[in-house]
Structure formats: C-alpha cells, structure tokens
C-alpha cells in the first residue's frame, strides 16, 4: 500500500510569514500534485511535479519533487489570511490518485 | 463548461435507510473516481470508473457499498442500510484523460448525515 504522510497536520502562523509543508512516501511516484480546499468545496489543483529534482513556483508558492520521486515539499513566502486552507499532496500510481492526510493552514492577519 | 455537479449536497438519512449520491462529470469526460472525507482530514479513494465499467473498488467496503457510470446519465454511488459510521463528505471528480499526470476535477461534494 502506498501511503503519503504530510506534516505538519497543522499550522497556524501570523501573516508574513514563511512555512513549508512536507510530502513523504516510501514509494516511489510517477507524478505528484499539490491541492488545496477550502471549507464546504472540492479541492482544486495547484500544481503537478513529474521529474525527479523539480522545482515549480505559482507566484508565493514553490513546489519541489524530491529526487527519488518519493517525497515532495510546498513552500509559501509571507502567507496572507487568503492562503488559508486544507493543502493535500497525491500521487498517482495504477490509474487512482491517494491523497495524504492533509495539511491545514491558518493564517492570522 | 459546467464543472463537476455533485446532488444532492447534503442528505440526512436515519440508520438502515438508503443513500444514493450523484455525480455527472466534466463535459468530455469518461472517467470518474469517489472519495470519502472526514472532517480536516484528507480524502480517502473509493472507486474509479469509466463508462459502464469499474476499474478500481479497492478502496470501497465490500457490503453495502456500490458504484456504477452508466453510458447515459450520472455515475451513481449506493449506500445501503447506512450506519452512523457512513457519516462524511463525499467527494466525485472527474478526468478526460487515463494519464498519470491528469488532473482531477472535484465537484463540491454531497455530505451525508446518519441520524
């Protein structure tokens, strides 16, 4: 069973701050990606990481796949109360998608 | 291009009733996946499916659960006799293409309460 364990579970930081959240597996992935809900709706795709070392960046955010395609990290620059939220990395192996247990972020103005 | 629709969103059932839930995917679309989520938690995988067929149910209990996606119409995830236990959010997405690098598109979710 491939399993993604994500930490923090939670964060609560004041704005302008710094954080990082973390994506682990013993396995090893073809892709991961990046989602992030909001209360009351779906999740919506932030980014997708394919190649071993990559580095994507969405404006604060900045995505990193590790080198052996086992783990994966999500940076975000000076958090503003907006970026609040459930992030979820995935990954996808066989056709489904297993999603982590989630990170939720609360940022206070 | 409507996104993904989920009905009904919220369903109050009493213990031993039946709960059907569904979801018509993006426009284009074949394949279609049902998640469960508990409250601040991540979604679990239920089942994935393409046009009148399963694929994966691995993450489905094996009683009392269904799922199906007819050639015409929404795909359709069963509950019977639901348990308090059933109580959560479920999630449909949806995807045009098989790929391991595919999005998903999420509808908003249809959240069953188990009186």
């Known amino acids: 069973t491939q399993l993604l364990e994500q930490s923090p579970q939670f964060l609560s930081i004041q704005e302008g701050e710094n954080l990082t959240v973390y994506c682990n597996s013993s396995?090893?992935?073809?892709?991961l990606q990046w989602y992030r809900q909001e209360p009351g709706e779906g999740p919506v795709l932030l980014v997708t990481?394919?190649?071993?070392?990559e580095v994507k960046k969405l404006k604060r955010l900045t995505f990193q796949f590790g080198d052996a395609r086992k783990d994966s990290s999500l940076h975000i620059t000076a958090a503003q109360p907006g970026d609040t939220g459930l992030y979820l990395c995935?990954?996808?192996?066989?056709?489904?998608?297993?999603f982590g247990q989630g990170t939720t972020l609360q940022v206070k103005p | 291009n409507a996104g993904v629709m989920q009905n009904p969103r919220h369903l109050v059932r009493r213990r031993g009733q039946e709960a059907r839930l569904r979801c018509s995917p993006m426009?284009?679309?074949?394949?279609v996946y049902w998640y469960r989520q508990l409250p601040e938690e991540g979604l679990k995988f239920m089942v994935y499916?393409?046009?009148?067929?399963?694929?994966?149910e691995s993450g489905m209990p094996k009683e009392r659960f269904s799922a199906e996606f007819p050639k015409e119409g929404p795909s359709i995830l069963r509950i019977q006799q639901v348990v308090r236990g059933d109580s959560a959010a479920y999630f449909c997405?949806?995807?045009?293409?098989?790929?391991?690098?595919?999005?998903?598109?999420f509808g908003e979710g249809s959240r069953l309460t188990v009186l």
């Open positions: 997405a949806s995807s045009p293409l098989a790929g391991e690098t595919g999005e998903l598109f």
């Open positions: 396995s090893v992935f073809s892709s």
């Open positions: 990481v394919v190649t071993g070392g």
């Open positions: 995935a990954g996808r192996n066989t056709g489904k998608l297993i």
């Open positions: 426009k284009g679309h074949s394949h």
């Open positions: 499916l393409q046009k009148e067929n399963i694929i994966d």
